[in-house]
C-alpha cells in the first residue's frame, strides 16, 4: 500500500466491543479500505488479563496492514503483545516518564491536552504526537470546535504531528485536515456499522486524497 506522504492521514480508534475475535474482525476488515497510519487500541472497561486477549488478536492484524498498533492502557500489555506503542491520556508528567522508560524502544504519544498551556507542558517532554480530544469524544457529527482550533494553532507553529479526534459524521475529516493537522482520528464514523467500515475508510481516503491540503517538503 502506498501511503500519502504529504496530506493528512487517517488513525483509526478501535470500537468497544466485548467480544474479542469480532472486535479483531472488524478492525481487520476496515483496514482493508484503504491507507490508515496507525490504530489507537482502548482498554475501556476491561480488566487487565481481557485487554492483553484482545491486545493478543489485534496487535498483529493492525500491524499486517501497515498500521502501528498503539495501546491505550496498561503498559505492560505492550511489551506483551510487541505493540508498537503506548497511548496516555494522562498529564504531562505520564508522558514524561513513559517517554523515559521506553523512548527508544516504543512511539509514546497522546496527552489530555485540553488548551494552550496544557498542550505546550506535553510538547516540552517532546512525545512522538499529541492527541487532542478524547478517544471517545466522538459524540456531535463534527469535530469539536475547540480541538479544531487548537489542532490550527499547534500545527503552525509547533513540528510534533497532533492528532485530532474528529466527529460521527466520515466528513469531519476533512475539517481536521484543513487546520493543518497530520492525522485524524475516527471512530464511530468507522465503526457504527461495521460492515460499512471499510467503504468509509476507503471513502475518507478518497476526500483527504482530492481535498485535504497538502503539507510542505
Not at 481487520?28 to 482502548?42: R, Y
Not at 498503539?70 to 505493540?83: C, I
Request: with cysteine; charged share 25%.
Amino acid at each position: 500500500m502506498t501511503e500519502p506522504e504529504n496530506r493528512c492521514r487517517l488513525v483509526l480508534i478501535v470500537p468497544d466491543i466485548a467480544d474479542a475475535d469480532e472486535q479483531a474482525k472488524i478492525v481487520g476488515d476496515a483496514l482493508k479500505g484503504g491507507d490508515v497510519a496507525s490504530v489507537i487500541v482502548p482498554q475501556y472497561g476491561l480488566n487487565d488479563g481481557e485487554f492483553q486477549k484482545h491486545a493478543e488478536k489485534l496487535v498483529p492484524i493492525i500491524q499486517e496492514s501497515g498500521a502501528a498498533a498503539l495501546l491505550a492502557g496498561d503498559s505492560r500489555v505492550v511489551g506483551r503483545t510487541k505493540a508498537d506503542g503506548l497511548h496516555l491520556t494522562g498529564p504531562a508528567s505520564e508522558i514524561s516518564e513513559a517517554i523515559d522508560k521506553y523512548a527508544d524502544k516504543l512511539i509514546v504519544g497522546g496527552g489530555n491536552a485540553a488548551d494552550r498551556h496544557h498542550a505546550l507542558e506535553i510538547g516540552e517532554q517532546r512525545p512522538d504526537y499529541i492527541f487532542f480530544g478524547k478517544l471517545e469524544g466522538d459524540i456531535k457529527p463534527e469535530a469539536h470546535s475547540k480541538n479544531l482550533a487548537l489542532a490550527e494553532w499547534w500545527a503552525s507553529m509547533i513540528e510534533i504531528p497532533c492528532i485530532v479526534m474528529g466527529g460521527t459524521d466520515p466528513a469531519s475529516a476533512l475539517a481536521v485536515a484543513e487546520t493543518g493537522a497530520e492525522f485524524v482520528a475516527l471512530r464511530l464514523a468507522v465503526f457504527a456499522d461495521a460492515g460499512r467500515a471499510p467503504s468509509v475508510v476507503a471513502e475518507v481516503n478518497g476526500l483527504l486524497d482530492e481535498k485535504a491540503p497538502r503539507f510542505e517538503d
